[in-house]
DNA sequence: CAGATTAGCTGTATCTTACAGGTAGTTCTC
DNA sequence: GAGAACTACCTGTAAGATACAGCTAATCTG
């Protein structure tokens, strides 16, 4: 509508329109993906897992820290780590430095667990990207990383 | 484990753990965006726009055709089908060639409406992806092309 | 210190989905 | 062409993930 060089912002449209469709369906499949995997995946469900995955990475943290980290409400991370907590796979402990706080950490059972899942999906995608060339998926891996980037800093 | 040139199969099983961590990171943000998004992206619930657009694209089709298409329970699809139907995106006939079977088609309210998503959405990536390079755009829109592709035909 | 803010929890509601079971229509087999 | 096997769809029910509102206790601010 705003510009109209000719080719260009006509083909940048429909790239746009392209990367719209890729994702949506991209977020079926996953979630498809996810539903139909086997038992070793499923011995986190997904929630865990990322929270594990969280918690390895930056450290042990509280509730509030990582629902800004993640995208969810207090109150649903709340539940997910009480049942973490009811699993072994967490523990909550007081923040000294807050009174209000519980700092959660990682067990060593929730680690292991969570590095078992990774390990199959891992192979999962081996599998699912057998064919493709190692530049090939090394470019899929830059492009999603660049776009969970933009999405995160995305303008509101 | 099977080879080991050094430094190439290392280097690959590192690839597939970033995909790996992009993928769970950009269905995590994909969902965090969803609900966050204004009210022009909601007029169709997610699996609405999905089917609307699935219709659209390859034709009417019965309520089966549609749960293989999307990954889904026929049952989840009878009750978007019928919630569709009560809002008037979509009309239910009896199929002529199979007194079992109802074909489900998009009204043109139904159309209109996922053409507004479509646009919407369409603009909110063009915003997210104000700073990629048309080519970098087209890149991102390959890949994820070739990894539903691959989604799509994985073993099982 | 009083009021405002923050961290976390609980109650409740919604949405999405799956699985199990039922009915009606279709196809296959002999 | 009659009965068995299958398929398409629907309904009942249940589970999981999440948000929002409201609560308590602790902390911060002026």
New interface residues.
Partial sequence: MSEDLST?AG???V???????????????????RRRTGAEHRVLD?AA??IL?HLADAGPQNVSALATR???DGSTVTRQVSAMQRDGLIVREPDPHDGRGMVVSPTPAGLQRMAAV?AA??R?????????A?E??????D??????D???H???
């Fill in positions: 260009e083909d940048d449209e790239t746009l329109g392209r990367i719209e469709t890729e994702v949506a369906m991209l977020m079926r499949l996953g979630e498809a993906t997904r897992y990322v995955r993640l995208n969810l990774q999906r891992t999962l995608y081996g599998d699912i990207l057998a064919g493709w190692p090939d998926r090394a470019t899929l891996a492009m999603l990383h660049r776009l969970n933009a999405l995160e995305r303008p509101r």
